[in-house]
């Protein structure tokens, strides 16, 4: 590549269009996208989408860049005005559009053919056009890929426009020069003097790393990490220079980046100058994961390669089977030796990379000014600050996932030695293994957390709210003018159409369209100008201050702060301003480290979390090709000798998934050595605790718990996901310190928070529940909610029971269903039975956890349901009208689909509505699955009339039980023909699930209770107007014509279950009871002399009640049912003060 390539900004003779350089929503794209708001990040959303820039170029040469955010098919390139592009053709497929596309190795124009290398997310194209020459070339990372199109067509009305062309989900970001190109293309002759800086490199290299001996007059090489100057030589100076010019290179030099990092001035230097710009230092603790293995010299390093060949019933792979040929224990061992070998190369730059940081957090250093430490900690929040503030808006100028991974690995090492160095010098601290940060840092402004969510809501609402609190518990009083601010600001901001409160994305399709809730940001949101990090000035009181003195707070800019506003001095506790009386007074650590553990916290909350569960991907890959490599060879050894066609075909196959393998268990290696390794699994389970301990610190705190910033909940929720998921197999979590106890309070957290007041924001409760929910779930982590003193536990299902309105229920709803697994008529399944009938040889049919039932939780239940009568009434009351709008909605959706499958046209029923209606009717089942666990834990509720809501809900569980029933069991009706089409989607809507459920129910009212609640739950189920004889002939498989639904849900049911069940049938045969017969006949007579005396509501029942004082009448049932929800009248609005009962008078 010779001459210069100018960027799309560059004020240069050949370009047309606006500046600045965007993406060209308004008429430039086909197909839709979703555009970010600074219009150079796009996501595909239809099958395959185009977008071209707004701005063309038609001579010189011109260059942009593309960072690649998912490495799924896109085209990457040029392309002219005249190009038409639909949903099947994009860059690359008309005559006058040239791409690159990288999922596919393969080079488009028109025609395809083979061209550069593979890319994977976090990849950077340089896409270059030289219309002085003809030629369009790529480079992948600043590597160039050679000349991809010559003879392009040129000349008058030919120009030149980016263009890209993605499927659905795929997701990119511009850079047209609106900031530094990450590769700038470096001309012939610059490219020369970077030569010459690499020679001199090795040069000073070879200079530090040998000295002259003296006796025997020669060179001798030593450890250059070792060397040291003193004074101020110029030579540190010039190396400073070439640091921050050629920063990328250096990471091949770090025992020489060391020796120079022992200077101090030349330190200071450079953390002054460049450190934390976004990329260049951080490249400094960074090591590469190779795409390509040859490149990364693993084959002599691995060169036996091994991968899983047994698999248990469940798909995963066996550690260590017993079934395992010598052969492959042999490979087996071999893999691991090679896998140590690499893990101590890799523990080698890992070493270095952490001498380097610990020199930078020296604080002794302050002979030439500040000390390393302080200089280094407001670097590191300007880069927390800008990879926070920049997250969906500007992802070029972010710092990549997989840098962040290494640096926080490398940070932590170092903190912690830095921390328990202190420890010793002062024994009373608290040692690094018991870290925390304390809840002050949240509330006394000295830490600036950016626009971040707290968990009370936004920053400038707390401080007006909270004041006084901070005021009594804190001694903090907030600066008056602070607060003015904050509220001209807000209005300002409410003014500004509150589009900065939400931030929407510019959608490609000619109006605005907003932002979906999955491409929003946590991290955005309204920025509180006034927040920035506070420092501190005595307050002259106007009245006699009682010790200890409140103090005002006022900001200060993150690089104006000096070692005292951090670490304090003489009676100023720096960062720790505020101490809560509840906070112990002991020394923790410095106050510098406290804020850098509280940034590193914020670190995994931003980028490496994510980036740890991208990773697990190559083993999921392994995996796969392990399994297909397994069917391929029984397949070679099942094949008939008559067929060598299909035989070579496998063969070819097998050879295929063999070399993937060789290549994948190579690069798997690599990840398990440098992102999923023990040491590693410890830094993440040390965050864990971190989070834990700090969130217990500031709960502690009362109110002022709402300052603390959501990502500390988050990072809790999401460490312990990543050890659970990301870090097995090859590392246990039980083999962790102090695991159970962990595990019991993160517990802990999780039952108190979910529902707490103190925290409003959606996202977070809803990430509670979910967290909660899949606690639940798993023995060991179930047993851990189990072990949280009793009065939490309490607490926790007390929540869980409030009813089910103005509330997120249905998350709820699951927590106690998966109590109840287990335990339930026909419910310990793992498998959908139904499925494992029609399709049994199906390994990837969805698999349940296993059931593990809490029988100390559902104690828990049964006692607070039978004590509080009221929450009772409300909390089933609730579920009921849950059940009834959920499986209404079912069936409209059904009926939706069965019509459309009808239409003689052919037409595909949308996913999405499958999808809605598939979760409709296992809310239903989840919902009929509580009342079963209601009914059986506390039946009184239901049969015992002395409560005073027990008639009415026993009535409305038979009433929506004989419509669940007529609709499900009736022969050929809609639900059956929906069943039997099979859609897609619909896998799990079936009869059994939804029948034993029901028969669940039944058989607890009917069959195992006692005589007089069975003789009461007999008659109100028949007194219902909808109920059908056939459906419980269809539930025993009786009658006639039973469809083979019904007949598979008798199969499944076990032969123990079977006499329960027939006497189900001969229970509701049963004549109502003479017993019960009196108030029935007194209340709902059967038979209704004429319809005169029938409810005017229902027309099911007979009058039996009058209201006072309007003397309107209705049956006792929809009196009661509609005075839980509402206490005016059904016909005139008044207000109802009482229910009398009403029997007609006698005729004469």
């Known amino acids: 590549l010779t001459g210069v390539y100018c960027s799309l900004y560059q004020p240069v003779e050949g370009r047309l269009g606006p500046q600045p350089v965007v993406l060209d929503h308004t008429s430039g794209f086909e197909g839709l996208l ?28 011109w260059a942009y860049e593309v960072l690649i955010s998912s490495q799924g098919l896109m085209q990457i390139g040029w392309c002219t005005l005249n190009c038409r592009f639909n949903q099947e053709e994009g860059v690359g497929d008309t005559p006058d559009s040239y791409a690159y596309d990288g999922n596919r190795v393969r080079k488009w124009n028109v025609t395809t053919t083979n061209y550069g290398k593979s890319w994977a997310a976090g990849d950077i194209v340089s896409c270059l056009v030289d219309l002085d020459e003809g030629t369009i070339t790529f480079c992948l990372n600043g590597q160039s890929l050679g000349t991809a199109f010559t003879n392009i067509k040129m000349g008058p009305g ?17 850079n047209f020069g609106s900031r530094p190109l990450r590769y700038p293309l470096i001309p012939q002759e610059n490219l020369q003097d970077l030569l010459k800086a690499h020679k001199l490199l090795g040069y000073m290299k070879n200079v530090l790393s040998s000295s002259v001996s003296l006796q025997e007059d020669r060179l001798l090489e030593k450890d250059c990490s070792l060397w040291r100057l003193h004074g101020e030589p110029t030579v540190l100076i010039t190396l400073a220079h070439i640091f921050n010019q050629f920063a990328p290179l250096m990471i091949h030099y770090l025992r020489l980046t060391t020796a120079i990092l022992h200077h101090e001035k030349s330190r200071k230097y450079l953390l002054n100058n460049f450190t934390f710009d976004v990329l260049r230092s951080v490249v400094f603790f960074y090591i590469k994961t190779p795409l390509r293995v040859k490149e990364a010299g693993l084959e002599e390093l691995i060169p036996t390669t091994w991968w899983p060949t047994h698999f248990d019933k469940e798909g995963k792979d066996e550690r260590e089977p017993a079934d395992e040929s010598a052969d492959e224990r042999l490979r087996r061992r071999a893999y691991e030796r090679g896998c140590q070998r690499l893990k101590k190369r890799i523990e080698v730059v890992e070493e270095l990379q952490v001498q380097i940081l610990k020199l930078l957090l020296n604080n002794k250093d302050k002979t030439t000014g500040e000390a390393s430490r302080y200089i280094f900690l407001n670097k590191f929040r300007k880069f927390l600050q800008e990879n926070a503030s920049n997250r969906g808006q500007h992802p070029t100028a972010l710092c990549p996932p997989e840098y962040m991974v290494c640096f926080l690995h490398r940070l932590i090492t170092a903190v912690r030695a830095s921390w328990d160095e202190g420890n010793r010098k002062s024994p009373g601290s608290v040692s690094s293994e018991e870290a925390y940060v304390p809840p002050q840092l949240f509330y006394n402004g000295k830490v600036d957390y950016f626009d971040l969510q707290r968990l009370g809501g936004l920053l400038s609402h707390l401080k007006k709210t909270l004041k006084d609190d901070l005021a009594s518990k804190a001694n903090i009083i907030i600066d008056p ?55 501190v000035s005595l307050m002259t009181p106007r009245r006699p201050l009682t010790q200890p003195e409140k103090v005002k707070v006022r900001t200060l800019a993150v690089e104006q702060r000096t070692e ?37 916290v914020m670190m995994y909350n931003l980028s490496v979390h994510q980036q740890l569960g991208k990773m697990v991907v190559v083993s999921d890959d392994v995996h796969e090709y392990a399994v297909a490599l397994k069917d391929t060879e029984e397949k070679i050894a099942r094949c008939p000798a008559r067929r060598p066609d299909i035989l070579e075909e496998l063969q070819k196959s097998q050879k295929v998934f063999a070399e993937k393998l060789n290549h994948l268990s190579r690069r798997l290696a690599w990840i398990n050595a440098t992102i999923y390794s023990k040491d590693k699994m410890l830094d993440v389970y040390w965050l864990l605790c971190v989070c834990i301990r700090t969130i217990e610190h500031a709960d502690n705190t009362g109110s002022l718990f709402a300052f603390c910033p959501e990502f500390y909940l988050n990072v809790a929720m999401n460490a312990y996901s990543a050890l659970k998921n990301y870090f097995s197999p090859a590392n246990s979590m039980e083999e962790l310190p102090g695991y159970e106890e962990t595990l019991t309070q993160l517990a802990a957290i999780l039952a108190k928070h979910f529902a707490d007041p103190r925290i409003v924001g959606t996202d977070i409760k ?40 103005q509330r997120p229920w249905a998350q709820t709803n699951w927590i106690l269903v998966r109590l109840w697994r287990g335990c339930g008529f026909g419910y310990r399944y793992t498998r959908l039975p139904h499925l ?57 959706m059904i009926q939706e689909i069965q019509q459309a499958a009808e239409r003689p046209e052919r037409n595909f029923v949308d996913t999405r509505q499958l999808k809605v209606c598939a979760t409709c009717f296992d809310l239903s089942v989840s919902l009929l699955r509580v ?35 007529n609709r499900v069991t009736a022969e050929k009706n809609l639900f059956d023909r929906v069943v039997n089409l099979r859609l897609p989607g619909l896998e799990s809507v079936d009869h059994y699930p939804i029948l034993v459920a029901v028969t669940g129910i039944l058989v607890r009212i009917l069959v195992d209770g006692e005589r007089q609640g069975i003789s009461r739950a007999a008659s109100v189920l028949l007194s219902d107007p909808c109920f059908q004889l056939h459906s419980i002939q269809h539930l025993l498989g009786e009658g006639g014509d039973s469809s083979s639904s019904s007949a598979a849900v008798t199969a499944t049911t076990t032969a123990t279950a079977r006499p329960v069940i027939g006497s189900l049938g001969s229970s509701v045969a049963a004549p109502i009871p003479s017993a019960a017969g009196n108030t029935e006949r007194k209340h709902f007579s059967l038979h209704p002399t004429s319809e005169e005396d029938l409810c005017p509501i229902c027309y099911a029942h007979s009058i039996s009640a009058i209201f006072k004082p309007c003397s309107h009448k209705s049956c006792k049932a929809c009196i009661n049912q509609h005075l839980m929800n509402n206490k005016d009248c059904f016909f005139c609005k008044a207000t109802i003060t009482g229910v009398e009962d009403y029997s007609k008078p006698a005729t004469s």
């Not at 030919?158 to 511009?174: D, T």
């Not at 600001?489 to 159409?497: A, Q």
């Not at 506390?938 to 029933?965: K, M």
Request: with cysteine; glycine share 6%.
């Open 34 to 61: 979703f555009v970010d708001d600074d219009l150079l990040g796009v996501i595909g959303h239809s099958n395959f989408s185009s977008i071209r820039a707004t701005t063309c170029v038609y001579k010189g040469k």
């Open 158 to 174: 030919v120009a030149y426009f980016p263009a890209i062309s993605l499927s659905f989900k795929e997701s990119v970001a511009f």
């Open 481 to 535: 003018a602070e607060i003015q601010t904050t509220s001209m600001d807000d209005l300002d901001e409410d003014e500004e159409s509150g589009a900065a409160q939400r931030p929407f994305g510019a959608a490609a399709m000619g109006g605005a369209l907003a932002r979906p809730s999955w491409l929003s940001s946590p991290t955005l949101g309204r920025a509180n100008r006034f927040l920035s990090t506070a420092a």
């Open 564 to 600: 005292e506003d951090i670490e304090g001095s003489h009676g100023n506790d720096g960062l720790l301003l505020g101490r809560p009386l509840e906070e112990p007074d002991q020394p923790i650590a410095d106050k510098s480290l406290l804020e850098i553990v509280d940034g590193i």
């Open 766 to 805: 809803d990430s509670l529940m979910q967290a909660l929910a899949s606690y639940v779930c798993y023995p060991q982590s179930l047993r851990a909610v189990e072990r949280i003193p009793e009065e939490q536990r309490v607490a926790m299902m007390r929540n869980l029971l409030a009813p089910y309105e």
């Open 836 to 892: 494992l009938k029609t399709k049994p040889e199906d390994a990837n049919l969805p698999s349940l956890q296993k059931p593990c039932p809490s029988l100390l939780l559902q104690r828990h239940m049964a006692e607070l349901l039978s004590m509080d009568k009221d929450m009772a009434a409300s909390f089933l009351n609730s579920v009921l009208n849950q059940l009834n709008w959920a499986f209404s909605e079912f069936i409209g």
């Open 931 to 965: 009342l079963e666990m209601t009914v059986t834990l506390v039946p009184e509720i239901f049969l015992d009339w002395s409560r005073p809501s027990a008639e009415l809900l026993l009535r409305r569980l038979a009433q929506l039980l004989n419509q669940v029933l």
